[in-house]
């Protein structure tokens, strides 16, 4: 049974899922990155082998998310993709007619436009990170309410309450001042869902035409209070997808199964690399006045890839039994 990998490395997150040669998700994993992408990887693949048949092959490995250059190096990528492409094409898989794709993570969003299965345009939150599913996560802290039951107190409120929402310091002083007024908590959070809905319309979405069919993913998605404000905002039918907090890794692992469709071979290391010892080292090259900051990647205590020399002399240095990668 052939099977496609597709891993999906955040700031925030960390999602490997596996997929059958109908793309089907047979297997989903969803970690806590804790700002160790490698380890949490090795990880990752020692946990989804355990929900996997027995007779399976590994055809094919895709990787997108932040981190998806040097996890394709740890993994054995075949393809590498940024989120957009991702999630736009797990989006497409879904519904294939889809028009706008709304996606919330840990700490970015982005909003997708397509026409006809291609993208048309599309943008990514930059300096602020309000609304993003750490802004949530704090604000649901502070309340002491879980992230669980936070979108169950939106949908519980009875009242209009606004809350600023285009900036995290602001959005947060405003709760607390709509809280010494003595507003319920239940309008209080339905009134932030609503700013971080304005806020993500306004600022990325920039009065662009939206369309339907809608969808939403990401981690946020799981919020109801959000779900509803955008229906409201929009008057479209917000779709949510049964893997929502995946869809970056299905993307990649469809990716992946289209690249290696005429291949032979994949580059896929093996479950095995769970066990193998990974590490970076990095250090500032002075040999001319560019002093690039060149990153090592060493597998077993073997350089296997070097980025950021502008020259590419380090590139040579690699052991002629790896293959090097240039970044």
Not at 100 to 112: H, L, N, P, Y
């Amino acid at each position: 049974m052939k099977i496609y990998l597709g891993i999906d490395v955040g700031s925030v997150s960390t999602n490997i899922i596996a997929i059958n040669e109908q793309c089907e998700v047979i297997a989903s994993l969803y970690l806590r990155t804790h700002g160790r992408p490698i380890q949490t990887v090795q990880n990752g693949m020692k946990l989804i082998v355990k929900e996997l048949p027995t007779n399976i092959v590994v055809a094919g490995v895709g990787t997108t998310g932040s981190a998806r250059n040097l996890i394709s190096i740890i993994a054995g990528g075949d393809v590498v993709k940024n989120e957009i492409t991702a999630h736009a094409v797990a989006a497409q898989h879904l519904i294939a007619d889809v028009r706008t794709v709304i996606e919330i993570g840990g700490q970015d969003s982005k909003f997708i436009l397509l026409e006809n299965g291609i993208i048309t345009d599309f943008a990514m939150n930059t300096v602020c990170a309000a609304g993003t599913g750490s802004f949530l996560d704090q604000q649901a802290s502070r309340l002491g309410i879980p992230i669980e039951e936070f979108g169950t107190y939106a949908l519980n409120s009875k009242a209009d309450v606004r809350i600023a929402g285009r900036c995290g310091v602001f959005a947060e002083s405003d709760m607390i001042h709509k809280q010494q007024i003595g507003c319920n908590i239940e309008d209080i959070i339905y009134g932030l869902c609503k700013a971080l809905v304005r806020n993500f319309l306004n600022n990325l979405a920039k009065g662009k035409k939206i369309m339907g069919p809608v969808v939403f993913q990401g981690g946020v998605a799981a919020n109801a209070g959000l779900k509803k404000a955008f229906e409201e905002e929009l008057g479209l039918e917000i779709n949510i997808p049964e893997y929502y907090n995946v869809m970056g890794a299905i993307g990649s692992a469809i990716l992946a199964k289209e690249e290696v469709a005429n291949s032979k071979k994949t580059n896929f290391r093996g479950f095995e690399l769970a066990e193998k010892k990974f590490a970076t080292q990095g250090f500032e090259c002075k040999d001319c006045p560019n002093c690039c900051e060149v990153i090592e990647t060493l597998m077993n205590d073997s350089i296997i890839a070097c980025w950021g020399d502008k020259c590419g002399k380090y590139q040579t240095r690699v052991k002629p039994s790896t293959q090097a990668v240039k970044l």
